[in-house]
Structure formats: C-alpha cells, structure tokens
C-alpha cells in the first residue's frame, strides 16, 4: 500500500522541479515577491546584494524583532539572526522518517531519495522565517499556549525548549492547521490523535485570510496542485 502511495505523490507532482533548492528560489521571487514578511514574526525583509551574492536580510527593527542571542556560543556574531530562511512548517523528520532511507540515517540519507525530495521541495509547506527562529524551533511540535512575549522581543515567538515545544501567535494558527491537513493527506503523514485534535481548533479559530489564498494559487500554478483545505 505505501508503495503505491508513493508512486502515485511522484507521479502526481512530476511536472514540478522537485528540488528545495529551486523551491527556495521560487518562492522568494515568484511567490513572495509582493509579500516580504516573516511568517512568524511579521518581520519584513528585503533582498540585497553582500560581496556581489544575493541575500535575503531582515529589516532590522526592534518593533517586529529582538535576536535571542546576538552572538554564537562561540563568539561570532548570530548571523542567522539577520537572514530569512524558507521553514518546513510540518518538519522535515514528521514526513520524513516514514521512509525506508530515515531510517538508514535520517535526513542526510534521504538526500536523494526521490519522494524526500518531493515532499521537502514542497512550497505549500514552506515558509519564510528568520533564521535564529527557524533554528529554535527545529522540528519541535506545536503547543496550545499563548506565546509569551519577551523571547525575541516583539515577536509573538516562544521556543519551550525544555518540552520541546513551540508556541505560535493567533493569527497564523489556522495557517498551520491547514498546512499540516494537507501535508498528512499528501503524503501519508500520520498525526497523533492530540495533534490532529489542536490542529482541528487551530482551523476553525483562525479562518483562510486572503494571502493563504493568494499563496496557494501562485503555488497551484507552479507545483500543479493545491491545499485542498484553502477555499
């Protein structure tokens, strides 16, 4: 039964560069280009050029985002805390670790499994984030609670990473909810019977905004399929 699942996903998106790298690139100019903010922070960025490369850099503003942590354990200066990084919303261990190649060694012995590839390039599980965020978070769960303010100043953030857990604004909930809908029916994924249970919440306390519609339709013209559970 799984191999046919997973015949069918490749075949279903064989049409679209299944390549995270590409997604990335998509996404920033194609997707994004009207709407350069940060998912969980509402931080805006904007694309620039350092030593002649092409970086995607936050507006650094106090207002929207305080670093955790300025500098490195090491003592270099937090560099990710200035970048935008493109965010697996359901991370890449939940989808992944159903594949024979997970368990040979992870993500790193995925790399060039054909279904990984598919379901990591997948832009409508792809957010931007700021770096420093996207590392704390990690492939953390999400939680029920309110985040609390204070973490990284401004931004309705908060990493427990003592439970391993993290806790996003309101606003955004839905958007998880759905996201994570369409990735389990996607791919197969299975959500335990509490997440299913607070993504469900999630969905009704935090309706479809106009930007998930906009975003799915861009990605829906790219990737050639749609979340289902954005109308």
């Given at each position: 039964m799984n191999k046919i699942i997973i015949l069918l996903i490749t075949i279903s998106i064989s049409l679209f560069a299944n390549n995270f790298s590409k997604s990335k690139k998509i996404?920033?100019?194609?997707?994004?280009?009207?709407?350069?903010?940060?998912?969980?922070?509402?931080n805006p960025y904007e694309i620039t050029r350092v030593k002649n490369k092409e970086v995607t850099l936050i507006v650094q503003d106090d207002k929207y985002y305080t670093p955790r942590n300025v500098f490195t354990k090491k003592g270099n200066?937090?560099?990710?805390?200035?970048?935008i990084e493109w965010e697996h919303i359901m991370p890449a261990e939940n989808f992944g670790r159903h594949l024979p190649?997970?368990?040979?060694?992870?993500?790193?012995?995925?790399?060039?499994?054909?279904?990984?590839?598919i379901m990591e390039a997948d832009m409508h599980?792809?957010?931007?984030?700021?770096?420093?965020?996207?590392?704390d978070r990690s492939n953390f769960r999400f939680g029920a609670d309110l985040p609390k303010?204070?973490?990284?100043?401004?931004?309705?953030?908060?990493?427990?990473?003592?439970?391993k857990r993290a806790y996003p604004k309101q606003d955004i909930r839905g958007d998880i909810a759905r996201?994570?809908?369409y990735m389990s029916d996607k791919y197969n994924v299975n959500l335990s019977n509490q997440e299913r249970k607070?993504?469900?919440?999630?969905?009704k306390q935090d309706p479809v905004d106009e930007w998930e519609r906009i975003k799915n339709k861009r990605v829906t013209k790219i990737q050639g399929n749609s979340n289902p559970y954005i109308k």
């Open positions: 996404l920033l100019k194609q997707i994004y280009h009207d709407n350069k903010v940060s998912f969980y922070c509402s200066e937090n560099v990710r805390a200035k970048r190649c997970w368990k040979e060694g992870g993500r790193k012995a995925c790399s060039k499994d054909k279904t990984f590839k599980n792809l957010v931007p984030a700021i770096g420093e965020v996207n590392a303010k204070g973490m990284y100043g401004n931004c309705e953030f908060e990493v427990d990473f003592k439970n996201i994570y809908f607070l993504m469900e919440a999630w969905n």
